[in-house]
């Protein structure tokens, strides 16, 4: 059965282009090297070569609006007038105003950026207040509308839906709820909708994934006016409201209940999805747009499993359209371009464009029958089992996920390291500067041996020693020079998993990472940092802290396999990290940090289903750590993230030492572990890494004060927020300098 929104179609597709050519232009820019002209071409091309591969592959209805400079709820910030006064005041272009809110400038500190729900992408927070005025700015929606219809390509502006926009939004002024502005902002967007409709467009694309979590009954009545009251405009498009990452639950039935013309459902991650939809009934006329294939991982779909759930969807909504699960921004682009992969892992992986044709074949399918669709791939390989591995996972017991007693540990630990009150230290990555990139971009291209690259990487060890001795800091890292990337590095090092040469996802701005793909049972067939650990060690009588990721953190960040729960990789990735413990410890690495920034990022949104999560996450932890005797000292570090909800989980990892960002929220996470009776070492973060700013001495005092006074001081550690590998010599000195004499004064 045809219907007016066609049969297939994608939430969205990458923006950073097939070789990151929008990194390249926008960082370009912000040097000063390229003109706004040469960006805004840049920018043109990506966006029209997007459009004509979406035509060309044959989708139905095709997405615009969804390219970005930066972030697309920046955008929508922007399209509803939300700009802080604070950056319309400096006076510069809307260019510059725009990466003025996303980046900062001297006078002005920049948005707050954090996760996209469960995913590694950020996002730059809208600041609403009582006071902020909406007005509507259509203009980039309707440019990129224009531009594609140029090409003769119809296409569907996307936008953050306005009770999404609210939620993810923080208050402009303390104990202010943005949300209280929704029926404010409707109107913004009833304006928006008509100027749309003015230039022809025919459907909008309004995405509300905020509703894929537990919400109160109150936001789903707004939820309701809204929807109710802009399906009730005379002058509009047709209105898609497009939602991610879960299942509605309370929502579905409101959203169902306004006349809004199309609804896309999540049945990838939102496992009760079908069942919801038969309940709610959905009114004939409504197209239901089913995500079957999944826009947040790297694997072929099963089109015949696929199809057969349309089907289902097609019997309860007599309109069906199919989707991808979300926007495919969070995978990378064309996976033809991975010439060097096992071409049996290549078959079986689908990135954005492969994921496009899935799309328009299950499509297809809908109107014609499963006829045409291939059989599905056979299962994997033998040869990526690994029984070893499988067979000590078995024979696990409790006791290897538990180490000592605590007070023994931290007695063992103080006779062997020595340790003053209030010892300082940092969080792994000094800077990673141009010329290392370009060293190991050389070896990769085999034009620097292995021997030199080795060579040149323990020269860099050597002063990042030197440097931490001058500055007398108490416990040393060797700074990962060798390391691309802390979850990539350990990929390309581990068994059953694959790196790609071009498989580039955006995590923030023109920041991208490229996440390894974890197909098979994981080993590890060497270790991975000894080397470097013990040659830093060499150089020094301090002790330098081994530095690894975490089991959770690497699943995070990998794209991971779905034919077993992810329980089972993470403590394979556990069995693996707990070797490379025991091999540092070994080799006289006396303190180990086990990253876990990604603990948050993993947490479900949906309240039920986080104890589990939470077990899973833990139990690999200590996996990992618990196989070194009570002597080695354990620190984590966790960043990029509010803490207050994994707060037990933080305790229940057990690490002798945690350290976690702190600074900008000055120091409340500190107040959540005292409240929890959390009574091992904490190092809060006294230095936010994120900006260049070089604090004043006063401020690391000022900081260190109140974490004393939350923390007794023979548990307390001094240390930045997070890593510095993304800052500069100069700056990285400097606050380091400072960070010492205020450890200095408080000690005294
Ligand atoms: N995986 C991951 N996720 C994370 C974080 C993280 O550290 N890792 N941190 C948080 C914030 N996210 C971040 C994501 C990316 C970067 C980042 O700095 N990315 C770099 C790339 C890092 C990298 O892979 N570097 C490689 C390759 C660098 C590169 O582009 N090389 C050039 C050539 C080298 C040159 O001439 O400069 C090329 O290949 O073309 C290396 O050092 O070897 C970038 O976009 O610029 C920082 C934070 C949360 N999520
Ligand atoms: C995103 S957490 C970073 C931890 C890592 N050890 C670093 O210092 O870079
Ligand atoms: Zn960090």
């Known amino acids: 059965m045809s219907n007016p929104f066609g049969q297939s179609t994608v939430l969205g597709y990458p923006r950073i282009g097939p070789n990151r050519e929008l990194k390249q232009a926008v960082e370009a820019y912000w040097a000063g090297s390229i003109d706004a002209d040469a960006l805004e071409r840049t920018g043109a091309s990506l966006r029209a070569d997007v459009w004509q591969a979406l035509a060309a592959a044959g989708l139905d209805s095709i997405p615009s609006n969804t390219f970005s400079y930066y972030d697309h709820m920046l955008d929508t910030a922007v399209a509803v007038g939300a700009i802080p006064e604070r950056f319309r005041r400096l006076g510069l272009s809307d260019l510059d105003t725009y990466f003025a809110m996303a980046r900062g400038v001297d006078a002005e500190p920049a948005l707050e950026l954090t ?20 007005t509507p700015d259509p203009a980039k929606a309707l440019r990129e509308y224009a531009e594609a219809a140029a090409l003769e390509i119809p296409t569907r502006p996307a936008l953050i839906g306005p009770a999404t926009f609210l939620l993810l939004a923080k208050p402009a002024v303390p104990g202010s709820n943005p949300f209280d502005r929704l029926d404010d902002l409707v109107e913004v967007y009833a304006e928006i909708l008509a100027a749309l409709a003015d230039a022809g467009v025919a459907w909008v694309q309004l995405d509300e994934p905020g509703y894929v979590a537990d919400r109160s009954a109150a936001e789903i009545v707004a939820l309701h006016r809204a929807y109710t009251r802009l399906a009730g405009l005379s002058r509009r498009p047709k209105i898609f409201v497009a939602t991610y990452f879960g299942q509605l639950d309370d929502a579905l039935p409101a959203l169902l209940d306004t006349s809004i013309e199309a609804l896309g459902l999540d049945l990838i991650a939102g496992r009760a999805t079908v069942d919801q939809l038969a309940a709610a009934a959905p009114r004939p006329g409504t197209t239901i747009v089913a995500g079957l294939v999944d826009g947040h991982n790297v694997w072929r779909t099963d089109l015949r499993a696929a199809a057969a759930t349309a089907a289902t969807v097609a019997a309860i909504a007599d309109q069906v359209a199919v989707s991808t699960s979300c926007s495919l921004l969070h995978v990378p682009v064309d996976v033809s371009a991975e010439q060097g992969l096992d071409p049996q892992l290549r078959e079986r992986l689908a990135f954005a464009r492969q994921k496009v044709d899935e799309v328009v074949q ?6 014609e029958g499963v006829g045409q669709l291939p059989a599905p791939l056979p299962p994997s390989p033998e040869q990526w089992r690994n029984d070893g591995v499988r067979a000590r996972l078995a024979t696990l017991q409790p006791a290897d996920r538990q ?22 230290t940092t969080i792994g990555s000094f800077p990673q500067t141009p010329e290392l990139r370009k060293a190991r971009a050389a070896h990769r291209a085999g034009k620097l041996d292995d021997a030199s ?59 991208c990472v490229r996440p390894p793909i974890i197909y098979g049972d994981v080993a590890r067939p060497a270790p991975m940092t000894v080397e470097w650990s013990s040659f830093a060690q060499s150089l020094t009588d301090r002790p330098v802290k081994g530095m690894l990721t975490g089991p959770v ?29 025991r091999d540092l410890a070994a080799a006289g690495i006396t303190v180990i ?3 876990e920034p990604a603990l948050r990022e993993l947490l479900p949104l949906r309240r039920s289903s986080q104890p589990a999560y939470v077990d899973w996450a833990v139990s690999a932890f200590r996996l990992a750590t618990s ?43 500190l107040d959540d572990l005292a409240a929890i009776g959390y009574a091992r070492g904490v190092g809060p973060g006294v230095w936010d890494i994120h900006s260049p700013r070089v604090p004043p001495q006063q401020e ?10 939350a923390v007794p001081a023979s548990r307390l550690w001094v240390n930045p927020d997070c890593g510095l590998k993304t800052r500069r010599y100069p700056e990285v000195e400097a606050s380091l300098r400072r960070l010492t004499a205020a450890a200095a004064a408080v000690r005294s």
């Not at 000592?404 to 390291?417: E, H, M, S, V």
């Not at 350990?490 to 023109?510: D, K, N």
């Not at 994994?646 to 996470?669: C, G, N, P, Q, W």
């Open 115 to 134: 996760k996209w729900f469960a995913t590694n992408y950020h996002y730059l927070v809208p600041e609403i207040g009582p006071e902020t005025v909406f």
């Open 362 to 367: 299950l499509g297809q399918a809908l109107a």
């Open 593 to 595: 940090q086990v990253d």
């Open 453 to 511: 690259y080795a060579e040149r990487m323990r020269a860099e060890i050597e002063q990042v020693i030197r440097l931490q001795e001058r500055l007398g800091l108490d416990v040393l890292v060797h700074g990962e020079p060798e390391r691309n990337d802390m979850v990539q590095y350990f990929g390309e090092q581990l068994a059953g998993f694959a790196a790609t040469e071009h498989g580039w996802v955006q995590s923030y701005g023109s920041r």
């Open 700 to 709: 690391f005092e000022a900081a260190l004060r109140l974490a004393v006074a």
């Open 403 to 424: 180490r000592g007693a605590y007070a023994d540990r931290a007695a063992a630990q103080q006779a062997r390291l020595q340790l003053p009150p209030l010892p300082t």
């Open 627 to 669: 196989g070194v005797d009570d002597s080695a000292q354990i620190h984590t570090h966790l960043c990029y993230s509010e803490f207050g909800e994994v707060i037990h989980a933080i305790d229940a990892l057990d690490a002798d030492v945690t350290s976690i960002e702190a600074s900008r929220s000055k120091m409340e996470v």
């Open 553 to 581: 953190t690497i699943l995070a960040w990998s794209f991971v396999r779905t034919d077993q729960p992810l329980a089972e990789t993470a403590d394979q990735v556990a069995l693996a990290l707990r070797d490379e413990c």
